[in-house]
Structures are given as C-alpha cells and as structure tokens.
C-alpha cells in the first residue's frame, strides 16, 4: 500500500534457517510493529518500535528479534525458524499526533518447511 | 491486559440484507479507541471504521454503523444493503490511549456474502 511497503511477500524457508522480513515506510511514523496472523488467533503483536533503536516486545515474541536503525525501516528476524513460524506477517505504522489507526502493509506469507 | 473477543468466527447474509457483527472487550480504562478492520481475500488490512470512547455517538461510515455501548464493553458493527465486495474477514480491534498505541485484535469473523 502507498507509504508502506513489506518485502518478500512470499517465501519459503528450511526449519533452522535465519529469516529476515523488511518494512520500509515513507510516512515518516515514529510508531512501528510487526504482528503475526494465524486462523483462530487474529493478529498477535510480536515486537513494535516507537523510535529508532526503541523497540519492545509484544505478546508473541519468543523466537524473534528486530532492528530499527532508520525512521523508515523496521527489520524482523528469525533467529532460526520453526515450523511454528509458518504465518502471515504484517507490518504496520501509526503516528502518534492523531490516533487514526494502523496503516498496514500488504503482508509476507511464510512458510517453514 | 486487555482483550477483544468476536464470538462469530463465521457469518452469511444474503445480498442486500444487513447483517451485525459482535465484538466485546474486556478494559479497565476509560479513554480508547475501537476499530473495524476488513480483509478481503486480497489480504490487505483495511480499516472499516474508528469510535473514540468518549464520544457518545455512533460512528458511521456510508453501509457501515457501529452500536457502541460502553458500559457493557460492546462494540458491534452493522453492515447494511450487503453487496458481495464485502465478503472478508472482519477484525474489531482496541487501542488505550495510555501506552504505546498498540492495537489489540480479536479473533476474526468471516462474513459470506451469499448472492
């Protein structure tokens, strides 16, 4: 979507492979997360960052690791994927100002096989 | 902690009929935001709707209404004149404005949108 993008949008990965996801903005958002979706759980918020090299973690965290070292951009890795990892990852931006909601990405499928 | 339930995870209506989607929360706060989000089968989060709790209206947006009750913490979404666009998932999300503006989703409805 405009102002936000996630790169891969796919990929298929070997259990015990570190994986790295990018999300890149334009809008110059001081907030950032990275949440997981998986069916009968929704969205599950991982790690979120609320400025450069400020990050904390989310409800789901065990396992990954992030980098904020850009306004724009906001890293999450896997140190060593599992099959559990398999999901559909979205990043997302908010800026504080005005709370309007999240502007999403358009989300990475990965699958750990 | 707070937590958002959809008690729905599957919903149909015909088309042009209207159909209600429930959402209850569980907050000890008093001044938060609540959302609807849409996803169609193309993936993308699309934000439906946003209530301000301290409003005492309702928020509208053109075939989209909420019934929001704050005192018994349920936020429903009705969708009126169905069309078959709005087939997705459907995500009610919760936002406090104490904290880092981390929004908290429920589980999800599917709505079919039967023609």
């Known amino acids: 979507d405009a102002g936000i993008t996630q790169s891969p949008r796919h990929k298929v990965t070997e259990t015990g492979t570190p994986v790295t996801l990018r999300c890149h903005q334009t809008?110059?958002?001081?907030?950032m997360y990275w949440y997981r979706q998986d069916p009968g759980h929704g969205l599950r918020l991982i790690h979120y960052s609320y400025g450069v090299k400020d990050t904390d973690k989310g409800e789901v965290s065990d396992g990954y690791s992030v980098s904020r070292s850009k306004t724009e951009d906001f890293l999450l890795t896997l140190e060593s994927a599992t099959s559990s990892q398999t999901s559909v990852y979205f990043c997302?931006?908010?800026?504080?100002?005005?709370?309007?909601?999240?502007?999403f990405g358009s989300g990475t499928r990965l699958t750990v096989v | 902690a707070q937590t958002v339930t959809q008690s729905q995870p599957e919903m149909s209506v015909q088309e042009a009929e209207t159909v209600t989607l429930s959402c209850t929360y569980d907050t000890s706060e008093s001044d938060y935001y609540l959302f609807w989000y849409k996803q169609p089968p193309s993936r993308q989060m699309i934000l439906v709707i946003r209530?301000?709790?301290?409003?005492?209206q309702n928020a509208t947006e053109n075939r989209f209404s909420v019934n929001f009750q704050k005192a018994a913490k349920s936020f429903s979404l009705k969708i009126s004149d169905s069309q078959l666009g709005d087939a997705a998932m459907y995500f009610c999300a919760f936002r406090s404005n104490f904290g880092n503006e981390k929004l908290t989703f429920g589980t999800g409805t599917r709505l079919t949108i039967i023609p």
């Open positions: 809008e110059n958002h001081r907030y």
């Open positions: 209530q301000e709790a301290y409003k005492q």
């Open positions: 997302a931006i908010s800026e504080s100002k005005v709370f309007y909601g999240y502007t």
